[in-house]
């Protein structure tokens, strides 16, 4: 039995809810016990630098605090605020779709902690990340 509140369907309806998430493409691709697995559909307005084709450091840490704050929101069932975010680059992201797998670390009534890892197509992870979240009342 799943003691998430959300479901994929009302997650990702959420998700999209925020224009910036809708620009990124963001979609929720799984949602278990463990934690939740976000989507990003990748385009040439995500480079950073033209030349080398990379995929800009500020996407992907959008995309590691969209699946950390989803993954507590399945748990609680709603978003919740991002008190404080860390991110570690690991390797380029060349064009092609990315994918987060998120996890929470710990879930609190005023403050919660999840973790992040991105992996392009090839399944290399890219980055990781993780952030400090208000569950609080007024959070949302």
């Known amino acids: 039995m799943s003691d ?3 479901g994929a369907a009302e997650m990702e309806a959420r998700l999209r809810v925020a224009p910036f998430s809708r620009w990124m493409d963001l979609r929720v691709t799984a949602l278990d016990e463990q934690g939740v697995e976000v989507g990003l559909t990748w385009r040439d307005e995500m480079i950073s630098n033209p030349t080398a084709r990379i995929t800009h450091g500020g996407v ?3 995309l590691i605090d969209a699946a950390a704050d989803f993954a507590i929101a399945a748990k609680i069932g709603r978003p919740v605020p991002t008190v404080d975010l860390r991110i570690d680059y690991h390797r380029p992201a060349a064009p092609g779709d990315l994918r987060a797998r998120a996890t929470i670390v710990r879930l609190g009534s005023t ?3 999840a973790e992040a890892e991105i992996f ?5 992870m890219v980055a990781s990340g993780r ?3 208000f569950t609080g009342d007024g959070g949302s």
């Open 131 to 133: 952030g400090t979240y």
């Open 111 to 113: 403050m919660a902690v």
């Open 4 to 6: 998430n509140v959300l």
């Open 120 to 124: 392009d197509a090839d399944g290399r």
């Open 60 to 62: 992907l840490a959008a």
